[in-house]
């Protein structure tokens, strides 16, 4: 009964917010750019960890054996063949396509807020926070 309440409360909190029609400030290209440069950064120091971890983890997979790691691979492509898997397959890949431009949309408005009402406040602090991170990550997690 509480999950019908709360689906209530978020449809009318949906309809009040889109009739106050709040202007949302478009970002500054400079801070968009600099958006994107972290982020191309950021998934590279992921792919970074991912091949190290692959790498760490390589040896100790060899050494489980073939029967268990040949039982993994028949339960994946098990998986794989069944039909409430792909069921489940397409609608995340749908759902993921349908969000997109709705991510970009928020990303947009989250860097416009943040670049008109934030950024004169705490823009000078973020950025030294940012720069003295990215010593110990370009030592420890190097984005190459």
């Known amino acids: ?5 709360l689906l209530a409360v978020f449809l009318a909190l949906q309809v009040s917010m889109s009739l106050c029609q709040f202007d949302v400030p478009a970002p ?16 590279k120091r992921l792919l970074t960890a991912y091949g190290k971890l692959q790498a760490a983890m390589g040896p100790v997979v060899e050494s ?32 993921a396509g349908e969000a997109a431009p709705l991510v970009d949309k928020a990303r947009s ?7 008109k009402y934030l950024r004169p406040h705490v823009g000078t602090y973020l950025d030294d926070v940012i720069t003295q991170a990215k010593v110990y990550l370009d030592t420890y997690l190097p984005a190459e």
């Not at 009964?1 to 309440?5: I, R, V």
């Open 109 to 115: 408005a989250g860097l416009g807020i943040y670049g």
């Open 28 to 43: 500054d290209q400079e801070l968009v750019d600099k958006y994107e440069a972290m982020k191309g950064v950021f998934y």
């Open 1 to 5: 009964m509480s999950g019908k309440y």
């Open 64 to 95: 489980l054996g073939e029967g268990r790691s040949q039982a993994a691979k028949d339960y994946v492509e098990d998986m794989q063949t069944k039909p409430q898997f792909q069921a489940v397959v397409k609608v995340a890949t749908g759902l």
